[in-house]
């Protein structure tokens, strides 16, 4: 079964630049998070799916990021514009459902200069 | 609120010897429990979870971990440690809200 796939893997861009992001989850999946990883710290929620609609983006700073999910499938975050603090690792993961188990994506690392 | 603290950033265990990485946990619902394992540039695996079945949780390469309600604790085991364990891990928590809260990894050194 394939994993979780995400792209591109690195990035660096400079402040005020907008960059996106790409997650295609296992298939069947109906549940999609976006996870933001900065140096030193654990992965922190920034939005959930459930099909096509937002579960919780609670911690999304909506001012600058952006999320969507078409069809219920693939999903993009879109970050515009970036901010040198957004320098991290941005995690997609799928599950069937919660509280199913969650599977990680290798992750795109972002440098913002 | 729902918290997860690591007690140790960093561990290093020589090869052949236990392995113990510590978790507390903090929630006001009946909690699942997971480890993850994270290798350079890679993304989280899952290790183990507790959903409140046994406490004593078997994982994949060996590793284990143990419940303790009483103690709020959930903490990581393995009786040899191998060179290919060296990666960081986190301690997860999915309360009420079944989204996963972090802690904020320990580093495992695993020396010859």
């Known amino acids: 079964e394939a994993g979780v796939a995400q792209s591109p893997r690195y990035k660096i861009i400079e402040k005020r630049q907008s960059v996106a992001f790409w997650c295609n989850p296992i298939s069947g999946h109906a549940t999609l998070y976006w996870y933001q990883q900065i140096l030193g710290q654990g992965p922190k929620l920034l939005i959930q799916?459930?099909?096509?609609?937002?579960?919780?983006d609670s911690q999304l700073p909506k001012d600058r990021f952006s999320a969507e999910r078409l069809k219920g499938v693939d999903s993009t975050l879109k970050i515009q514009p970036a901010k040198l603090e957004d320098s991290a690792v941005y995690l997609c993961?799928?599950?069937?459902?919660?509280?199913?188990?969650?599977?990680f994506g290798p992750g795109t690392r972002l440098l913002v200069l | 609120a729902q918290s997860v603290t690591q007690l140790d950033s960093h561990v290093s265990v020589s090869e052949g010897t236990p392995v113990l990485l510590r978790c507390n946990y903090s929630?006001?619902?009946?909690?699942?429990l997971f480890w993850y394992v994270q290798h350079p540039n890679k993304g989280l695996q899952l290790l183990l979870k507790?959903?409140?079945?046994?406490?004593l949780v078997k994982g994949i390469n060996g590793f284990e971990a143990e419940f303790k309600k009483s103690e709020t604790s959930f903490h990581l085991t393995k009786p040899s440690a191998h060179m290919s364990d060296a990666a960081e891990y986190f301690c997860?928590?999915?309360?009420?809200?079944?989204?996963?809260?972090f802690g904020s990894g320990t580093q495992l050194t695993v020396l010859p």
């Open positions: 993961a799928s599950s069937l459902a919660p509280p199913e188990t969650q599977y």
């Open positions: 799916f459930q099909n096509n609609g937002v579960v919780d």
């Open positions: 507790y959903t409140s079945a046994a406490t």
């Open positions: 997860a928590l999915s309360g009420s809200a079944r989204q996963l809260t």
């Open positions: 929630s006001s619902y009946s909690p699942s």
